[in-house]
């Protein structure tokens, strides 16, 4: 039974750091050929992709997090982590991770493509 456990969310106030951490376990094929990818999702708003890193271990952010938030992987571990600094109010929600064998670049942003998906950790952030 494949298993996503993301932690490392919590209270913080603007400008403070948090890492968020997203293990995996139970996969009948190498963590390395999985794309894992950070989403978030605020009250009344949809799940949005925040960072991904590809089995490549190319890169991705979406705009109001780049330079801000650094995505990266080891695979020794099985763990993708999300560095998060000079953290907004609106970055508060629930991060998710979710992990999708050998993704395509196109197909990174669209929560439908992924395999497997965390349970979620709170993020909240007081101004």
């Not at 890492?19 to 708003?45: D, E, H, M, N």
Request: aromatic share 12%; charged share 20%; with cysteine.
């Amino acid at each position: 039974q494949v298993r996503l456990v993301d932690s490392g969310g919590g209270l913080v106030q603007a400008g403070d750091s948090l890492r968020l951490s997203c293990t995996v376990s139970g996969l009948s094929i190498s963590f390395s050929r999985y794309t894992v990818g950070w989403f978030r999702q605020a009250p009344g708003k949809e799940r949005d992709l925040v960072a991904a890193i590809l089995y490549s271990s190319t890169t991705m952010y979406t705009d109001s997090v780049r330079g801000r938030f650094a995505i990266s992987r080891d695979n020794a571990k099985n763990t993708v982590y999300l560095q998060m600094n000079s953290l907004k109010s609106e970055d508060a929600a629930v991060y998710f991770c979710a992990a999708g064998y050998h993704m395509l670049p196109a197909r990174v942003r669209d929560p439908n493509e992924y395999d497997y998906w965390g349970q979620g950790t709170q993020v909240t952030v007081s101004s």
